[in-house]
Nanobody, 114 residues
Framework: QVQLVESGGGLVQPGGSLRLSCAAF????????MGWYRQAPGKQREFVAI??????TNYADSVKGRFTISRDNAKNTYLQMNSLKSEDTAVYYC?????????WGQGTQVTVAS
């Protein structure tokens, strides 16, 4: 079992920055990749970014050049979000995948408004 705890969400003005953090607890050595997804009101959850255990990253087109995913060890991953837009407003979820399963955090709200 893996538990994921997100933090770092909040209210920010357009053009501003936020850094989300995700801490993994439990069977962390069974994690291959960690990523971020988001869900805006009335919309389906969508992919944002992913980083593998080897450090390979991939981003949704809508965030390329503005968001950066990083991972400092098997336990923690981060999402640096710059040049935020109103359309980035959503609940952001941390995800961990591996042979042990597919796990989600509880989500953290990001609101971009002036």
């Amino acid at each position: 079992q893996v538990q994921l705890v997100e933090s770092g969400g909040g209210l920010v003005q357009p053009g501003g920055s936020l850094r989300l953090s995700c801490a993994a607890f439990g069977s962390i050595f069974g994690i291959d990749s960690m990523g971020w997804y988001r869900q805006a009101p009335g919309k389906q959850r969508e992919f944002v970014a992913i980083i593998t255990s080897g450090g390979t990253t991939n981003y949704a087109d809508s965030v390329k050049g503005r968001f950066t995913i990083s991972r400092d060890n098997a336990k923690n991953t981060y999402l640096q979000m710059n040049s935020l837009k109103s359309e980035d407003t959503a609940v952001y979820y941390c995800n961990a995948k591996g042979p042990i399963g597919n796990y989600w955090g509880q989500g953290t709200q990001v609101t971009v408004a002036s």
